[in-house]
């Protein structure tokens, strides 16, 4: 009878726009991933951190598997493929609503050829009829040997819980890797730029939000008034893009930073003062140098 802390690493894995990032917020009652509807949103691998009696359990979040176009997008499926061989628990996510078991057929055989344990969620149930749904995990059931099949729905935090208890069921014995409290290793520059990136996949059109990276140039916290001052940049790859995310008098650019002061307030609690510039850095999804150095690609 095991009577240990349960401590494992967990790959949250899937299409893009599958729900991964809004599944792994959801489960740690705190916001670490950025969430759009738009697809590829997350591009690194998000580390959340979840810590109960039972034990700890670090989630790494993975960049949607695609069909890439461009240097980055082979980048972010390198890192979501390799998760799935280095963790202890790998957690599927699937658009449910989505319904065709052959839109991830790729998937389906990256797992089995990385055979890891893995635990497959159907999202979005809440936009499925039962009836569909049984036949869904019907076909899933003849195509790997899954640990648990988990309907639920990330949105609405239906039967997120059940997941969870199954998880630290799963996850092995082992001691703690990070201290109780901490939710992600993550730097605060890190949760910065992303919750820039996100207003601007929330506010401009389709020919911007996956040419755009931000970078924290600067960061400073101020004793006399006790305001933390951000400076950011953020990157686009042609000029046009550049007009769009700045918008009429700037109208685009200062909703985005009004928003994303915002979300640092909340999570930082304090007082924030961010300053937006936007620059242009040609095809940078496509320069090497570049993508490692917005923290896209391995530096070493």
Do not use: C
């Amino acid at each position: 009878m095991m009577t240990g802390k349960k401590s494992g690493f967990i790959a949250v894995v899937g299409k893009p726009n599958a729900g991964k990032s809004t599944l792994m917020n959801a489960i740690l009652g705190k916001k670490v991933a950025i969430m759009s509807d738009k697809p590829q949103t997350t591009r690194t691998l998000v580390r959340g951190i979840l810590t109960q009696d039972e034990g700890q359990l670090v989630f790494l979040d993975t960049p949607g598997i695609h069909k890439p176009r461009h240097l980055l997008g082979e980048v972010m499926n390198e890192l979501a493929e390799g998760a799935m061989r280095e963790v202890d628990l790998v957690v599927w996510v699937v658009d449910a609503s989505a319904g065709a078991l052959y839109l991830h057929e790729d998937i389906l055989h990256k797992l089995q050829s990385a055979k890891p344990q893995a635990i497959l969620v159907l999202n979005k149930v809440d936009l499925v009829a039962k009836e569909s749904l049984l036949a869904l995990i019907a076909e899933y059931q003849k195509r790997y040997d899954f640990l648990e099949i988990v309907p639920l729905s990330a949105k609405t935090g239906d039967q997120v819980d059940k997941l969870v208890r199954l998880l630290y069921q799963h996850a092995p014995e082992g001691p703690f890797f990070y201290p109780e409290g901490v939710v992600t290793d993550h730097p605060e520059t890190f949760l910065m730029a992303e919750l820039i990136r996100e207003k601007v996949l929330k506010l401009t059109r389709e020919e911007v939000p996956h040419s755009v990276a931000v970078q924290i140039e600067h960061t400073e916290f101020r004793e006399h008034n006790r305001v933390l001052y951000v400076h950011a940049i953020i990157y686009t790859e042609r000029d046009s893009q550049k007009a769009i995310l700045i918008g009429k008098g700037g109208g685009v650019l200062k909703r985005v930073g009004s928003l994303a002061r915002s979300d640092m307030e909340n999570l930082f609690s304090r007082k924030v003062f961010l300053d937006l510039w936007v620059k242009v850095k040609k095809d940078w999804r496509q320069n090497e140098y570049l993508l490692r150095s917005f923290g896209l690609a391995d530096k070493e």
